[in-house]
Nanobody, 114 residues
Framework: QVRLVESGGGLVQPGGSLRLSCAAS????????MGWYRQAPGKQRDLVAR???????DYADSVKGRFTISRDNAKSTVYLEMNSLRPEDTAVYYC????????WGQGTEVTVSS
């Protein structure tokens, strides 16, 4: 069973940047398409970015041009670089496979506020 551990969240002002990390345990990480999901208070959890094992990326329209997903298969880690952050980006961010079949990690909280 793969275990996911997200980190890197925090409080940032509008226009600021953060880099999230997600470390996965277990083998065969490199074959999975991985994604970053987020859940704002009172809303459903949505996929915002994904990356295939070979590095092909795709983004939700709401983050396109501002967020960049990447991965290091040797470290079994996926990253989310977030720039030009907006208050509406405030959420708990989770990583998981796409489609999701792994257990959820604890997530990392991102708050964008002045």
């Amino acid at each position: 069973q793969v275990r996911l551990v997200e980190s890197g969240g925090g409080l940032v002002q509008p226009g600021g940047s953060l880099r999230l990390s997600c470390a996965a345990s277990g083998s065969r990480f490199s074959i999975y398409t991985m994604g970053w999901y987020r859940q704002a208070p009172g809303k459903q959890r949505d996929l915002v970015a994904r990356i295939s094992g070979g590095g092909t990326t795709d983004y939700a329209d709401s983050v396109k041009g501002r967020f960049t997903i990447s991965r290091d298969n040797a470290k079994s880690t996926v990253y989310l670089e977030m720039n030009s952050l907006r208050p509406e980006d405030t959420a708990v961010y989770y990583c998981n496979s796409v489609p999701r079949f792994m257990d959820w990690g604890q997530g990392t909280e991102v708050t964008v506020s002045s």
